[in-house]
């Protein structure tokens, strides 16, 4: 079966007309028309629109053998995944990941500022810094998510491809995990930055003590950078498990609201410590009850639903 045998075979099976199929194309009827009668072909990009369009492989739609529709390996009912789209699709993640990773840090080092300066200025300072880590978070909430379809749909794959990323997938898992490892033990020895400090009466004015939210901020950033990573991978790798998960989150995503709350009445709460009360520190502990809480508000819900 040739390539125009298979686009007008295609086509019929969806139900579309020519008009149809070239605008989701985005090219003229003619131009259809004369694919399907075997007087032209598509470039690359077109090729790989359709590809996504059928849910059939590039080597079904090139490959000029008298093979029936499912028997190049994409017998599976799901959205058709190419290597390009995959690549796309983890590279946008990884973007993501990055925007929310630098939001997330700048809003954590900005308690260095209360916590370490007495000066009004600082206050100023603080809710600056805090304004561009909530404005770099809201403006990724906001922004167009693209691959949608990735991630709330059952995947196809061309066998070779999969069977080559899952070897390179088991291979990035080792950076994420250093990375993750290195997280962790930032944090465990940031506590220790206390036992450091002058032992003055004025310990949270020590230089030192300024570096813990500063620590903290780059651990976090590691974490999400790390578990962003994997989490795109293993969308590739264990599909099927995913999508069931993924299907369990929107289930559970009525409870959703309390993150959105929980971090700005966190912020609040701190800020009324400091200048109510000017206990900045330990006034920061606040920030780490507050997943604390989270968690264990979603689970209690979520066991009574």
């Known amino acids: ?56 492989s590039l080597d079904y739609l090139l490959k000029d053998e008298n093979q029936p529709f499912g028997e190049q390996g994409t017998t599976e009912e799901g959205y058709y995944a190419s290597q390009e789209v995959v690549e796309s699709y983890l ?12 939001g997330v840090a ?50 196809v794959f ?33 506590f220790g930055i206390p036992f450091l400090t002058n032992d003055t009466g004025h310990a949270d004015r020590d230089p030192l003590f300024a570096l813990m939210p500063l620590t903290w901020a780059f651990a976090v ?4 950078i790390a578990g962003s990573a994997m989490e795109g991978e293993r969308l590739v790798i264990n599909n099927e498990e995913y999508v069931k998960e993924y299907e369990k989150y929107e289930e559970s995503s009525k409870h959703g609201w309390i993150h959105a709350v ?10 009324a410590i400091g200048f109510i009360w000017n206990a900045w520190h330990p006034g920061w502990l606040v920030f780490l009850v507050a997943p604390v809480f989270t968690i264990a508000y979603t689970v209690w819900k979520s066991s009574k639903d």
């Open 1 to 56: 079966m040739e390539f125009y045998q298979k686009l007008k075979k295609l086509r019929a099976k969806k139900g579309w007309s020519q008009e149809e199929f070239a605008e989701k194309l985005q090219v003229s009827r003619q131009a259809v028309s004369k694919w399907e009668n075997g007087q032209g072909f598509p470039e690359t990009e077109k090729l790989v629109k359709m590809s996504r369009l059928f849910q059939v």
């Open 91 to 102: 590279l946008n993640k990884k973007q993501d990941a990055k925007n929310i990773a630098a």
């Open 106 to 155: 700048i809003l954590i080092a900005s308690i260095l500022f209360p916590m370490y300066f007495q000066e009004t200025f600082s206050y100023v300072l603080f809710m600056i810094v805090v304004a561009v880590g909530v404005a770099i978070l809201v403006w990724h909430g906001l922004s167009v998510k693209s691959y949608k379809e990735l991630e709330t749909q059952p995947l």
């Open 158 to 190: 061309d066998d070779s491809f999969i069977q080559d990323f899952r070897q390179k997938s088991l291979a990035n898992r080792k950076r994420y995990v250093i990375l993750i490892v290195t997280g962790i033990v930032i944090i465990i020895l940031s």
């Open 221 to 224: 950033y590691l974490f999400i």
């Open 262 to 271: 929980i971090w700005p009445l966190t912020t609040v709460i701190f800020l």
